[in-house]
């Protein structure tokens, strides 16, 4: 059974930062690409951050460009988002995906609350 398990969400001031994981199982880890996704209150689910199963990652949207790094462990089967510079915007339950456009299978997500 695939199961993905997000951590590190949380309640954080405008500024500050959090480091969310992803641990992944049930499947061949090294052999796919996987992501984040979000979904703010009342907007559609969108995709902050893919890596490949090289480690390199695709450009991140606008909206998280040199805050946002996505990060793997092919050993440990976990992915990572490191989230700086937070901004009330960045307000969402984040989801971690395995696959890309199409997304495979989905975790149940972590929230993360950026007050102001």
């Known amino acids: 059974e695939v199961q993905l398990v997000e951590s590190g969400g949380g309640s954080v001031q405008a500024g500050g930062s959090l480091k969310l994981s992803c641990a992944a199982s049930?499947?061949?880890?090294?052999?796919?690409?996987i992501g984040w996704y979000r979904q703010a209150p009342g907007k559609e689910r969108e995709g902050v951050s893919c890596?490949?199963?090289?480690?390199?990652?695709?450009p991140y949207p606008d909206s998280v460009t040199g805050r946002f790094t996505i990060s793997r462990d092919n050993a440990k089967n976990t992915m990572a988002l490191q989230m700086n510079s937070l901004k009330p915007e960045d307000t969402a339950i984040y989801y971690c995906?395995?696959?890309?456009?199409?997304?495979?299978?989905w975790g149940k997500g972590t929230l993360v609350t950026v007050s102001s």
């Open positions: 049930g499947f061949t880890f090294d052999d796919h690409a």
């Open positions: 890596i490949a199963i090289s480690g390199s990652s695709m």
């Open positions: 995906a395995q696959g890309w456009r199409p997304v495979g299978y």
